[in-house]
């Protein structure tokens, strides 16, 4: 890459908060070396990669995303956030972020300002927001990669963009709780959804459909490879017809739990089918220590009593074991919890780690997403975006 003009590089953004380590991945193409604002300390270093080689700089807190400013925490009359927003009545909860403009009086802005800001303050009377970037009080590390699985898109116009902006300005961070915060998740649990039918209705019918694109399926394929042990025992929770595992895992058992038989039997991956429904009833019919590790791929939104899931999730599996939740921008909406729409999909990030934290009972906790890659022009959903879509996860350790 030293003569070229244009790098096609996977960035990486790594830190840890109180509570976990975390990773963001976005795929970049064109990044244009003349024009292109890469950090100091790693745009020379660009220059020199080979293919499939990487580089990394750290930088203090404050660096990467703007420093800390006081007056960026606000305090404001409770009646100064406008709860209606349009068919939607949002109260605030503390430790949750919302748009500016939804208090764009108080926050000097204007009604339609969508960059996020946090309550971290509620009483009676008032709201404490803070507007600082989520990432304002970290050390963070930039990784970049040169990715020659991702190919050039058409030549661009002679347009700058920031690097450590594109990885950091669309909500790394929110996944984070704030220090000595406790976000209120949890003013209406168990959660409640659009569709209060029995799940049993619902599910009747097999869907034999894929809820990723192909580009999405195999980053889920290799985080399950990089995180599974061969030779184990693995929960496929709210398994269906597809389990994502790697095709050249051996596993000891893999255990399927979902709710349509049919689904279930038509996944060669089983070796076992279990039909059984978490809403209904969230105990698990297994026995204690009896796997290894868990998988939940795209279905944790579905959970309207997730604690009282996780608690037996952390039961079923033994000391050591990981427990995987993957999901991503795509759901059926009757079925997901509410809150699940109206969060950011970082913040949704941060719900699921939260699951663990009140869980009590994991440790090694890890978040992670992955951004950017191209969907097939094959997918049906390439005419609406072009962009893969997006993965998510949250994995944590069985503690002793």
Request: glycine content about 4%.
């Given at each position: ?54 580089c ?12 800390h ?57 008032t ?17 970049l ?8 898109q ?5 347009t ?15 996944q984070?709780?704030?220090?000595k ?17 029995q ?6 019918n ?7 694109d ?8 290799a ?8 030779n ?8 269906s ?15 399927g ?55 037996e ?39 699921v ?16 997403s992955?951004?950017g890659?191209?969907?097939p ?7 609406e ?11 944590g350790?069985?503690?002793?």
């Amino acid at each position: 890459m030293k003569t070229a003009t244009l790098a096609n590089v996977e960035v990486s953004l790594t830190w840890r908060s109180a509570v976990a380590s975390h990773c963001d991945r976005l795929f970049v193409s064109n990044i244009d070396t003349a024009h292109d604002s890469v950090p100091a300390p790693l745009s020379q270093k660009l220059l020199d990669l080979k293919a499939g080689e990487s580089c990394n700089a750290q930088f203090a807190a404050g660096e990467l995303v703007p420093a800390h400013d006081p007056l960026r925490q606000v305090t404001f009359p409770r009646t100064q956030f406008i709860s209606q927003q349009r068919h939607l009545r949002i109260e605030p909860r503390l430790g949750r972020f919302y748009p500016q403009g939804f208090a764009w009086q108080a926050l000097n802005c204007t009604p339609n300002t969508f960059q996020p800001f946090r309550i971290i303050n509620d009483t009676r009377l008032t709201l404490g927001g803070d507007l600082n970037h989520p990432l304002t009080q970290y050390p963070l590390t930039l990784h970049l990669r040169d990715a020659p699985e991702l190919v050039s898109q058409p030549q661009r116009a002679n347009t700058s963009r920031d690097i450590a902006r594109l990885i950091t300005e669309n909500g790394a961070g929110m996944q984070t709780p704030y220090p000595k915060v406790s976000t209120d998740f949890y003013a209406d649990y168990p959660f409640g959804r659009g569709d209060e039918a029995q799940d049993a209705q619902f599910y009747t019918n097999p869907r034999l459909i894929r809820h990723l694109d192909s580009t999405a399926i195999a980053q889920v394929t290799a985080l399950y490879a990089r995180l599974l042990t061969p030779n184990t025992r693995v929960l496929d929770l709210m398994s269906s017809w597809v389990s994502h595992l790697p095709e050249f895992l051996t596993l000891k058992t893999v255990i399927g739990l979902g709710m349509n038989a049919a689904e279930l039997a038509a996944n060669p991956r089983l070796t076992e089918r279990v039909v059984h429904d978490l809403n209904h009833e969230p105990r698990l019919p297994f026995a204690d220590d009896q796997f290894d590790a868990v998988i939940c791929s795209v279905s944790v939104e579905y959970l309207t009593q997730p604690l009282a899931v996780m608690q037996e999730l952390a039961r079923v599996t033994q000391a050591g074991g990981k427990v995987i939740m993957v999901f991503s921008t795509r759901w059926f909406p009757s079925k997901a919890i509410s809150l699940w729409g109206e969060m950011h999909p970082f913040e949704r990030q941060g719900l699921v780690l939260d699951y663990f934290l009140k869980t009590g009972k994991f440790s090694e906790l890890h978040t992670e997403s992955l951004r950017g890659l191209p969907r097939p022009k094959t997918d049906p959903h390439y005419r609406e975006t072009s962009v893969s879509d997006p993965v998510f996860a949250v994995w944590g350790t069985v503690a002793d």
